[in-house]
């Protein structure tokens, strides 16, 4: 375990933003972030935990607390069955997966972060999301005080949620559970309409398993999404809004306003359309690459807010209030950022 005071905390997430933390952690082992944990609860002190950094937006004054940094480490696959530590780096997993021959996780490939995000978040893209693999949760439970399994049944998954990210001061993850595939070297079937063209398939069809997954890391790629130091496209915290799920009567009214624009819709559950946030951002006039300060939309990307080197988090933020403030106002729809927010709000 290491400890450091006044830290730095900029150098920790992707969008490289944010000031110091009072007392940063890091922790190599599930005993040593069950005791940090345990020594921050106990002593009144407040606690922000981090893996990859990848998914969060700190103020510009930093955590008057603790930090606790999981750096744990573990792989191990019994048949399909493979269990993660909390601070395995996720792409580096799902690249290990593929070449053990398994799916189930191939299409969230290149997504930044560590896996012990993944459930919070229930991490998903091109129509693949943890939620449908992940079996069980070990975390430790800061309420009970002690550590708990959770079967993936209970872990509450819907669209960008889970129990974990609507508790977020209770469960720390320690560790993450899965049940892949093993389908003769080919992938899961192709849900996503983009790979599937781009793969030169139909829907639902199975494409080699590693093709798929580098197809998905090229897609990544070409919207900034592959973490690469030297291209400020990929300093983002990734999608900064959540596609907006809207009951019949919002979505009548949002067609209402569109008028001949084609809006997208996509079926989500009895009552619901989800649509699409970069549609919305797009056709409310922000395009790729908008903003004329140190923080702009990425010229690859409508959906990722971007630092381009000298940016602070409110720098960040206005840029965010005003592509929110501008789809509202085209369109009567309201933003949610995908990010977790540390000491700001939008």
């Known amino acids: 375990m290491i400890e450091q005071m006044d830290a730095p905390l900029a150098p920790l997430t992707t969008l490289r933003l944010g000031g110091p933390a009072r007392r940063l952690v890091t922790a190599e082992t599930d005993a040593e972030v069950v005791a940090t944990v345990r020594a921050a609860d106990r002593a009144g002190e407040p606690l922000l935990v981090i ?193 907006p799920v809207l009951t019949d009567a919002q979505f009548a009214d949002f067609t209402a306003k569109v008028g001949e624009l084609k809006a997208p819709g996509y079926p989500a559950g009895e009552g619901r359309t989800k649509t699409s946030a970069a549609w919305l951002i797009d056709n409310a006039g922000f395009r790729k690459g908008h903003g004329a300060g140190p923080a702009t939309l990425s010229t690859k990307h409508t959906l990722a807010l971007t630092n381009r080197g000298s940016a602070t988090t409110e720098d960040l933020l206005a840029l965010a209030r005003e592509v929110r403030d501008g789809v509202r106002a085209a369109f009567g729809v309201d933003l949610v950022n995908e990010p977790v927010m540390v000491g700001v709000s939008l």
């Open 51 to 243: 893996g990859g950094g990848s998914n969060l937006v700190i103020s510009d004054a930093g955590f008057p607390g603790t930090v606790l940094r999981i750096a744990t480490t573990g792989f191990t696959l019994d048949g399909a069955l493979l269990e993660l530590a909390a601070g395995e780096v996720w792409s580096d997993a799902v690249a290990r997966t593929v070449d053990a021959g398994l799916a189930g996780i191939e299409f969230l490939a290149g997504i930044p972060g560590s896996a012990g995000a993944t459930p919070v978040q229930n991490v998903g893209a091109y129509g693949q999301e943890v939620a449908e693999t992940i079996t069980e949760v070990v975390a430790f439970d800061r309420l009970l005080d002690e550590t708990v399994t959770l079967a993936g049944s209970d872990c509450a998954f819907s669209y960008r949620h889970s129990r974990f990210k609507a508790d977020p001061d209770r469960y720390v993850v320690l560790r993450v559970r899965f049940r892949l595939a093993d389908e003769g070297g080919l992938s899961s079937p192709v849900k996503y309409a983009e790979v599937a063209r781009s793969l030169g398939v139909e829907a639902e069809q199975r494409v080699k398993l590693a093709e798929a997954h580098a197809e998905v890391l090229r897609l990544r790629a070409g919207k900034g999404m592959v973490l690469d130091p030297a291209d400020h496209d990929t300093w983002s915290a990734g999608s900064f809004f959540t596609n």
